[in-house]
Nanobody, 130 residues
């Protein structure tokens, strides 16, 4: 069974940090763009950060630039999202997704079409609160 499994979510105080992980199984992660998306209560799912399959091009939403860092370890079939200086506005369910690269990393992250992705994880909840 092809799977993407997210982990690392939890409750943190504003200004704190978390590192999310997404582990892929039953397919070779090397050949996919990978992205992190989030959905806050009452809001649409949005792209947070994505990383390319090749040279490692990255894209960050304006709201997280300078605070979040995406990285991948193909040997471990894992993508990470290091989140620093967390704000209450970052509270959301965070999802990992992958797509075979027919387009750019930016296109992956800004698309509003959920069906564009090949696989989605089930999500991990991040709550930023005092």
């Amino acid at each position: 069974q092809v799977q993407l499994v997210e982990s690392g979510g939890g409750l943190v105080q504003p200004g704190g940090s978390l590192r999310l992980s997404c582990v892929a199984s039953e397919f070779t992660l090397d050949y996919y763009h990978i992205g992190w998306f989030r959905q806050a209560p009452g809001k649409e799912r949005e792209g947070v950060s994505c990383i390319g399959s090749g040279a490692g091009s990255t894209y960050y939403a304006d709201s997280v630039k300078g605070r979040f860092t995406i990285s991948r370890d193909n040997a471990k079939s894992t993508v990470y999202l290091q989140m620093n200086s967390l704000k209450p506005e970052d509270t959301a369910v965070y999802y990992c997704a992958v797509v075979r690269p027919s387009g750019t990393v930016q296109a992956m992250c800004v698309t509003t079409a959920l069906g564009f992705m090949d696989y989605w994880g089930k999500g991990t909840l991040v709550t930023v609160s005092s």
